[in-house]
């Protein structure tokens, strides 16, 4: 399975912008994205099941993001709205065979991982 993560960029703050990962290979259950902020520890963002389209948000997310799929391009989004200068960071998707939502919102669950794309968040 590899992933590939883009659409990040430098934003004022307000704005939106919306990150695109591209899953190929052998069908997982759950892509997820995750961030990691300088000098802190990567967290969970957002995730998404491709069979059921069920989501699943980080408490901070508080309704400004939405992630979603496009089976005909194998591609999950994250669209970020109302961005802040606390949402800089690097994001990264990665992809889980694991079924169970008690496990999505945990990166050691993830067995795959795509390279991060750079969200700056700044006037």
């Known amino acids: 399975v590899q992933l590939q993560a883009s659409g990040g960029g430098l934003v004022q703050p307000g704005n939106s912008l919306v990150l695109s990962c591209v899953v190929s290979g052998r069908r997982i259950n759950t892509v997820g994205w995750f961030r990691q902020a300088p000098g802190k520890e990567r967290e969970f963002v957002a995730a998404?099941?491709?069979?059921?389209?069920?989501?699943y948000y980080a408490n901070f997310v508080n309704g400004r993001f939405i992630i979603s799929t496009d089976n005909t391009k194998s591609s999950v989004y994250l669209k970020m709205i109302g961005l802040k200068p606390e949402d800089t960071a690097v994001y990264s998707c990665?992809?889980?065979?694991?079924?169970?939502?008690?496990?999505?919102?945990?990166?050691?669950?993830?067995?795959?991982w795509g390279q991060g794309t750079q969200v700056t968040v700044s006037s």
């Open positions: 990665a992809a889980t065979n694991e079924y169970s939502s008690q496990y999505f919102y945990d990166q050691k669950y993830y067995a795959y």
């Open positions: 998404i099941t491709w069979s059921g389209g069920s989501s």
